[in-house]
């Protein structure tokens, strides 16, 4: 079975400019997951869909952070505008059902904000 | 709210040497333990999951062990290969199904 797919795997981009990634979990897996995982710390959960409603956003900077899933299967995160502490590789995942079960993860996005 | 610690944060070990990572938890009352393993820039992977009511898991050359009452897991690596040389995060989930993550520890198993 296809991975978690994600785009594009590396993106610089200047502070104050703005950036999208894309995430296309496993086919038919409900809940979706945004983490953010700056150098040397652990992913740090930014949002959870479940199909296309949003479960838990409690972490996401939603003044400059936004993400969204049409038709609950793809997603799209984005950042208006970047700061400098934006660095971080910013991974995708998906489980099959909410709760506590595997998760999937992609390559991830590594952002570089300049 | 819950805090994952994995010390050291880095491990250099000689091939062939049998290896325990350590993973402690503040908060006791979660669903599963997870360890994941992560090559450089490359996403995660799922190595073992513990349930809260098991006391060990067993992959391979890999066995994870979990005692919840003291908030604490390791994770086992007999036999060590340069192969094996990535970060290695330990994850709880808590009673929100929310996922935490320790920092790391990053292994090298040298020739």
């Known amino acids: 079975e296809a991975g978690v797919a994600q785009s594009p795997r590396y993106k610089i981009i200047e502070k104050r400019q703005s950036v999208a990634f894309w995430c296309n979990p496993i086919?038919?897996?409900?809940?979706l997951y945004w983490y953010q995982q700056i150098l040397g710390q652990g992913p740090k959960l930014l949002i959870q869909?479940?199909?296309?409603?949003?479960?838990?956003d409690s972490q996401l900077p939603k003044d400059r952070f936004s993400a969204e899933r049409l038709k609950g299967v793809d997603s799209t995160l984005k950042i208006q505008p970047a700061k400098l502490e934006d660095s971080a590789v910013y991974l995708c995942?998906?489980?099959?059902?909410?709760?506590?079960?595997?998760?999937?993860f992609g390559p991830g996005t590594r952002l570089t904000v300049l | 709210k819950q805090e994952v610690t994995q010390i050291p944060a880095a491990l250099s070990v000689p091939e062939g040497e049998n290896l325990v990572l350590n993973c402690s938890f503040t908060?006791?009352?979660?669903?599963?333990l997870q360890w994941f393993r992560q090559d450089p820039g490359k996403g995660l992977t799922s190595l073992l999951l513990?349930?809260?009511?098991?006391r060990e898991q067993t992959s391979g050359r890999l066995n994870a062990s979990l005692d919840k009452s003291s908030g604490r897991s390791t994770l086992y690596i007999a036999a060590s290969q340069p192969g094996d040389s990535a970060t290695y995060l330990c994850?709880?989930?808590?009673?929100?199904?929310?996922?935490?993550f320790g920092k790391g520890i990053t292994l090298s198993v040298r020739p």
């Open positions: 995942a998906s489980s099959l059902v909410r709760g506590p079960h595997y998760l999937f």
């Open positions: 086919s038919g897996h409900a809940t």
């Open positions: 869909f479940q199909n296309n409603g949003v479960v838990d």
């Open positions: 908060d006791s009352a979660i669903y599963n």
């Open positions: 513990i349930q809260s009511s098991q």
């Open positions: 994850a709880v989930t808590g009673a929100n199904s929310k996922l935490t």
